[in-house]
């Protein structure tokens, strides 16, 4: 499977952005997929992860309350909606699809990511 990440940017806090990620896989509604954040020096981070239907998802605790993720099984398309971003939001953001159909956090279980889309909230 492809995944193709899109939808980064600059923004200042406070504000939103959306990221998409499509994948080129036809099994893409059979599995749970998970959005991570990476800065440079640190370890890859969880950030959110929604199940197979749509209708299970998982955040960490920095962001929820502030992101949804949602998917488009019919467009084999992830997205994570980011509201009220903070500077500490920035990083790069990568999709990763996992065989598991429950979310989850752990990114070892995720055998498939996409390039990253870079996430830059300024103060």
């Known amino acids: 499977v492809q995944l193709q990440a899109s939808g980064g940017g600059f923004v200042q806090a406070g504000g939103s952005l959306r990221l998409s990620c499509a994948a080129s896989?036809?099994?893409?509604?059979?599995?749970?997929m998970g959005w991570f954040r990476q800065v440079p020096g640190k370890e890859r981070e969880f950030v959110a992860s929604i199940g197979k239907y749509g209708t299970d998802t998982l955040y960490s605790d920095s962001v929820k309350g502030r992101f949804t993720v949602s998917r488009d099984n019919a467009k084999s398309t992830v997205y994570l909606q980011m509201n009220s971003l903070l500077p500490e939001d920035t990083a790069a953001y990568y999709c990763?699809?996992?065989?598991?159909?429950?979310?989850?956090?752990?990114?070892?279980?995720?055998?498939?990511w996409g390039q990253g889309t870079q996430v830059t909230v300024s103060s």
């Open positions: 990763a699809r996992t065989r598991r159909t429950t979310p989850r956090r752990e990114a070892v279980l995720y055998d498939a």
């Open positions: 896989s036809r099994t893409f509604s059979s599995y749970a």
